[in-house]
Antibody, heavy 120, light 106 residues
Framework: QLQLQESGPGLVKPSETLSLTCTVSGGSISNSTYYWAWIRQPPGKGLEWIGSVYYSGTTYYNPSPRSRVTISIDTSKNQFSLKLTSVTAADTAVYYC????????????WGQGTMVSVSS | EIVMTQSPATLSVSPGERATLSCRASQTISSKLAWYQQKPGQAPRLLIYGASTRATGIPVRFSGSGSGTEFTLTISSLQSEDFAVYYCQQYNNWYTFGQGTKLEIK
């Protein structure tokens, strides 16, 4: 049974960098059927796709906040990561990692999510 | 950016009745639409993709329809576990989600 698990600090100071890692277990992150994504949800609000990465390292980003985002993948560790620089209170959200199935075309597996607050 | 607009924001329906949720895209997206269900404190769950295809393990009471810019999610006979927030999401041009419809017990 495939599982995704987010990890990282729950509190980040304004102007600093938010760093999260998603560990994939029960399956290979190098499976060519899938892309791996970060999606966030501010408290009480809707969902926002941040970006995606393929096992080859190819990345795709939401135009906003494109300039502040870096997503990378480490196939040897079965992990992918998110870095978001120069954070503000507007970046406070639950951050989910998810799997995008290229056959199904939806995000068909999700981590449980991790709450990240931006505050001094 | 393709903007997805869901209506209504809140829908009150009694158990056993039918619920109809709507989603509109700001430009045509063919059938490149998915629906998700999210319960409090949980991650979203994929229900429908391709506007009308149920994801693995999704009960037949969930059905999707539409193409172009207008889409509908129908739950034919509401069960207690169906009361949740529902999101539509387009994947024609990157990915954007609607703001959600909260389905509550009447």
């Amino acid at each position: 049974q495939l599982q995704l698990q987010e990890s990282g600090p729950g509190l980040v100071k304004p102007s600093e960098t938010l760093s999260l890692t998603c560990t994939v277990s029960g399956g290979s992150i190098s499976n060519s059927t899938y892309y791996w994504a970060w999606i966030r949800q501010p408290p009480g609000k809707g969902l926002e796709w941040i970006g995606s990465v393929y096992y080859s390292g190819t990345t795709y980003y939401n135009p906003s906040p494109r300039s502040r985002v870096t997503i990378s993948i480490d196939t040897s560790k079965n992990q992918f990561s998110l870095k978001l620089t120069s954070v503000t209170a507007a970046d406070t959200a639950v951050y989910y990692c998810a799997r995008r199935n290229i056959v199904v075309f939806g995000f068909d597996m999700w981590g449980q999510g991790t709450m990240v607050s931006v505050s001094s | 950016e393709i903007v997805m607009t869901q209506s209504p924001a809140t829908l009150s329906v009694s158990p056993g009745e039918r619920a109809t949720l709507s989603c509109r895209a700001s430009q045509t997206i063919s059938s490149k639409l998915a629906w998700y269900q999210q319960k409090p404190g949980q991650a979203p769950r994929l229900l429908i993709y391709g506007a009308s295809t149920r994801a693995t393990g999704i009960p037949v009471r969930f059905s999707g329809s539409g193409s172009g810019t207008e889409f509908t999610l129908t739950i034919s006979s509401l069960q207690s576990e169906d009361f949740a927030v529902y999101y539509c999401q387009q994947y024609n041009n990157w990915y954007t989600f609607g703001q959600g419809t909260k389905l509550e017990i009447k």
